[in-house]
């Protein structure tokens, strides 16, 4: 987690790894904003931009707000690709996921 002192957007070196905090204000409740980042993912997903793993097989992003839910991509042929886990799961102030690319040689550690 970010300390308070930690410009937003700016990078911080500890013992655990790199840190970036980035701040983002939207014009919803925290419940509205929780459900669209996380249930809603789909709709602001930019998979047709080519944020995605399967390239042109994408079809859809999900973020399974739970505890153990998956981070995961669905291709047109319903072959699946879990590309995290939620750790931490508390609406609508918290979530917590992994994120790891098959070529990375640790996962990323995302909260919101």
């Known amino acids: 987690m970010a300390t308070p002192e930690q410009m937003p957007g700016e ?18 409740t925290p419940h509205e904003a929780f459900r669209l980042f996380t249930e809603g993912i789909a709709d602001w997903w930019p998979l047709e931009e080519g944020y995605s793993y399967g390239g042109d097989r994408a079809r859809d992003v999900f973020l399974e707000p739970f505890a153990g839910g998956r981070f995961y991509e669905r291709f047109v042929d319903g072959d699946e690709l879990q590309v995290g886990t939620v750790t931490i799961c508390a609406p609508p102030n918290r979530i ?13 550690e995302v909260e919101v």
Do not use: M
Not at 96 to 108: E, G, K, L, M, V
């Open 11 to 28: 990078p911080k070196t500890t013992e655990r790894g790199v840190f970036v905090r980035e701040v983002v204000h939207v014009e919803l």
């Open 96 to 108: 917590q996921f992994t994120w790891r690319s098959p070529d990375w040689q640790a996962d990323t």
